[in-house]
């Protein structure tokens, strides 16, 4: 059965330094999402991309954030200068096509910034 | 703005009991979906809820929505060991599907 991707599993690094999280969707899926869950809180809805652009995103998803797609199948979370408090694990999900359809959600990335 | 709370936020079961999971929404959603998450692991689809009156079930775990009160349910019937994890229900916003999450039950089911 398909499904979504991340790499690393597990990422630290220093405050203030460059983040490049990584996922890859399922093939034939058309909306790709970012979310993020602090530990042992809820799961948070950071940003939506379809058709190559950024769809929606929440207050989370600041300046400091951004997404990408660079080729057919690798979708990217890229957090500039990180904070302590952007510690967390962070789900990439994709869906056929959005709001009909159930969202299928990657294995995660926990970061860890010290 | 979409809020979602779930209650209770832990839950401890005996096997063979029953029991439901409560979840409310604050304004209009059109889908409202239920996800499972073991520790430490993914979020894996249970049930997406797609209209009022809407109800499916899947082995021991049942799911219900009524859109007019903005509440769904989560029956789980007999409970066993293996169904402890920490269940969330979520509300869609955004004309993307983007999920807005209660803050989970996390269900131990004791022999």
């Known amino acids: 059965e398909p499904e979504v991707t991340q790499t690393p599993s597990h990422q630290v690094t220093q405050m203030g330094q460059e983040v490049i999280l990584r996922c890859v969707p399922i093939?034939?899926?058309?909306?790709f999402y970012w979310y993020r869950q602090i530990l042992g809180q809820k799961v948070e809805f950071l940003v939506s991309f379809y058709n190559n652009e950024i769809s929606e995103k929440s207050e989370i998803f600041d300046d400091q954030f951004s997404v990408e797609r660079p080729d057919g199948s690798n979708f990217t979370l890229k957090i500039r200068s990180t904070k302590l408090e952007d510690s967390a694990m962070y789900f990439c999900?994709?869906?056929?096509?959005?709001?009909?359809?159930?969202?299928?959600f990657g294995p995660g990335t926990r970061l860890t910034v010290l | 703005e979409l809020k979602v709370e779930q209650n209770p936020l832990f839950l401890s079961m005996q096997e063979g009991k029953n029991y439901t999971i409560y979840c409310n929404y604050s304004?209009?959603?059109?889908?409202l979906y239920w996800y499972r998450q073991d520790p430490g692991k993914s979020l894996e689809s249970l049930f997406v809820?797609?209209?009022?009156?809407a109800v499916k079930q899947e082995g021991r775990l049942m799911a219900s929505l009524d859109t007019k009160a903005r509440l769904s349910t989560l029956h789980i019937t007999a409970a066993v060991h293996d169904l402890s994890a920490t269940y969330f229900c979520?509300?869609?916003?955004?004309?993307?599907?983007?999920?807005?999450f209660g803050k989970g039950t996390k269900l131990s089911v004791k022999p």
């Open positions: 809820l797609l209209s009022n009156g």
């Open positions: 304004t209009t959603s059109d889908r």
């Open positions: 093939s034939n899926h058309l909306y």
């Open positions: 999900a994709s869906s056929e096509r959005g709001l009909q359809f159930k969202q299928f």
């Open positions: 979520a509300g869609t916003t955004g004309s993307q599907g983007n999920l807005i």
